[in-house]
């Protein structure tokens, strides 16, 4: 095949799949969530349903996980600041069960994994565009509108939009407030939100 029209074809694969509405879910995890998980989020029990909610709205869904090896150096064990939380495989660090509709169609979302590094602390999930899975890349940089939501707002929220605007113009991002708890009192997302010139709802 000519090369022209092979790279003509993928620019058209690439547009068809991308998903003009895109969500991102970050860490809503239940070490996170759920007021016995290890890591507590206060108020984001309530995340888990309204996420839920809204996901239907969206053409894609890409969810973070915050997915640690047992001796991960964020660890207080191991001399970071962190209780233990989201270690690889356990209960702590799945999704809720009211998220597996949306996670019946594999075409409509992508699952992405962060800290597994045992050595290097990462709040952001989207750091290099070496690391983001190609179609996650391709999704963020065909879309036409992303919002973001999810846990902490103080940490991995903000982190991960910061790594996103790499990728995507600051107009086509939405903070969705509503669904996104902080470890603080909001003060930090809302700062982020402003410096950025982001849109929220
Ligand atoms: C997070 C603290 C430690 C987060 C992850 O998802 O915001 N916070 N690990
Ligand atoms: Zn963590």
């Not at 509709?101 to 290097?120: A, E, V, W, Y």
Request: hydrophobic content about 35%; charged content about 25%.
């Amino acid at each position: 095949m000519e090369p022209e029209t092979k790279s003509k074809q993928n620019a058209e694969v690439t547009v068809e799949n991308a998903p003009a509405k895109l969500l991102v879910v970050v860490d809503v995890q239940r070490d996170f969530y759920d007021p016995s998980g290890s890591l507590y989020v206060t108020g984001s029990e309530v995340l888990p349903e309204k996420i839920a909610a809204l996901a239907g709205e969206y053409d894609a869904v890409v969810f973070t996980l915050d997915w640690h090896p047992g001796n991960h150096c964020s660890f207080k064990d191991e001399g970071g600041i962190w209780p233990k939380h989201c270690v690889q495989n356990t209960i702590g660090a799945g999704l809720p069960d009211c998220f597996t509709p949306i996670l019946s169609d594999p075409g409509k979302f992508r699952i992405f994994l962060k800290g597994t590094q045992q050595d290097k602390e990462q709040y952001g999930a989207f750091e290099t565009a070496e690391e983001i899975d190609p179609v996650i890349l391709s999704w963020f940089e065909g879309c036409e509108q992303v919002d973001v939501c999810g846990i902490a707002g103080d940490y991995c929220v903000k982190e991960s939009t910061a790594n996103l605007l790499n990728f995507v113009p600051a107009e086509k991002v939405t903070m969705l407030l509503d669904c996104i708890r902080s470890i603080d009192d909001g003060s930090t997302v809302k700062a982020f939100v402003e410096e950025k010139g982001l849109k929220t709802k």
